[in-house]
């Protein structure tokens, strides 16, 4: 079951769970497969009005699958998109990737050592 603290959230497609996050590790699988940053990887699937490519979707998808799935290739991933329906897949990736940038949480270590509240 996804943890939504951990920036998880679950696929449900043909009786199994896919559990995507968007790690640290996760963003950089992004990164380095489009050769860009976050933010700009992030704008990229934000305003999709001039279309999107295929291989671009199937990517951001796989990336978030590689810390709890790391069996499923591309190719895989791919199958599991078809499966869902892209909507549903995307908006899985979607959800996962706008709680890789949520606020942390309570009780975390701070660089000095001090534990950052919420509140």
């Keep these: 079951m996804a943890n939504k603290q951990k920036g998880e959230s679950d696929l449900r497609v043909g009786g199994k769970v896919y559990t995507l996050r968007y790690s640290t590790n996760a963003l950089c699988v992004l990164e380095d497969a489009f050769d860009d940053t976050v933010q700009n990887i992030a704008k990229r699937f934000e305003n999709t009005s001039n ?7 199937r990517m951001f998808f796989h990336a978030a699958l590689t810390d709890n799935h790391p069996d499923i290739d591309l190719a895989a991933a791919g199958l599991i998109i078809s499966d869902a329906g892209i909507d549903v897949a995307m908006a899985s990736a979607s959800e996962a990737f706008q709680l890789a940038f949520a606020p942390s949480v309570a009780g975390a270590e701070t660089p000095k050592g001090k534990r950052k509240t919420l509140g």
């Design 51 to 57: 279309g999107v490519r295929m291989s671009d979707v």
